[in-house]
């Protein structure tokens, strides 16, 4: 997309792997969600499952609210065990209804949102029971598309840095944040391609397979 455009020559003057990465994958198609709720309520279904099992859990629990745009209100008159008829855990269920409360009784801050710097969100967002930093910067992510966002807690991320700079131990944050560091203030797209390279973006809105499970909630 042509607004990612700076960001794309940016990163291929930065950093080599990603010039070669921006060349392969082609424009950056990041898109954004504008259904705030549904990008939670996905991110947190996504948590800790794999594509597969993710996919078909979301997929009942839409039919069991019988619309595809369900509303915060639907998941609070919905009884709790149709939800978990689809397939969340206890745990999960209540969380969405949580996320749920959250938003009817007016928490989300939807009209001031663009005043927040990206902390500030996280901050809001994982006060709610059941959204952990990874959920909030997938948020910031697919939600908002803030640009300088880098979600260590990734499996996926941590597993593409590892191999295409060659880390052997790519769950030790102190080898991965030089990395990126070198990618601000646009770690977001340099994100999305490395997701891209292991075919493994998380949550089903953006219609790219994710294969690895997010053991960061």
Not at 31 to 40: I, Q, V
Not at 153 to 158: A, M
Not at 180 to 186: I, L, Q, S
């Amino acid at each position: 997309m042509k607004q990612f455009g700076t960001a794309e020559r940016y990163l291929r003057k930065a950093d080599p792997v990603l010039s070669r990465l921006i060349s392969e994958v082609g424009p950056c198609r990041l898109g954004r969600s504008k259904n705030y709720f549904l990008t939670l309520v996905e991110s947190i279904v996504w948590q800790q499952l794999s594509f597969k099992a993710a996919v078909a859990i979301h997929e009942r629990m839409l039919s069991g609210l019988g619309t595809r745009r369900p509303h915060p209100r639907d998941f609070l008159l919905v009884s709790p065990a149709s939800l978990r008829s689809a397939g969340l855990s206890r745990q999960k269920v209540s969380f969405v209804r949580d996320l749920a409360q959250f938003f009817e009784d007016g928490g989300f801050p939807r009209r001031r949102l663009h005043r927040l710097d990206d902390e500030e969100i996280i901050q809001l967002l994982t006060g709610v029971r059941g959204i952990g930093r990874w959920t909030a910067e997938m948020f910031l992510i697919f939600g908002l598309n803030r640009l300088d966002v880098f979600p260590l807690g990734d499996l996926g991320i941590r597993k593409a840095i590892g191999f295409h700079y060659e880390i052997a131990d790519f769950n030790d944050p102190n080898r991965l944040e030089p990395v990126a560091d070198a990618w601000r203030p646009y770690r977001t797209i340099a994100t999305w391609y490395l997701w891209q390279s292991g075919d493994n973006t998380p949550l089903r809105t953006r219609r790219v397979p994710a294969v690895d499970s997010n053991t960061h909630m």
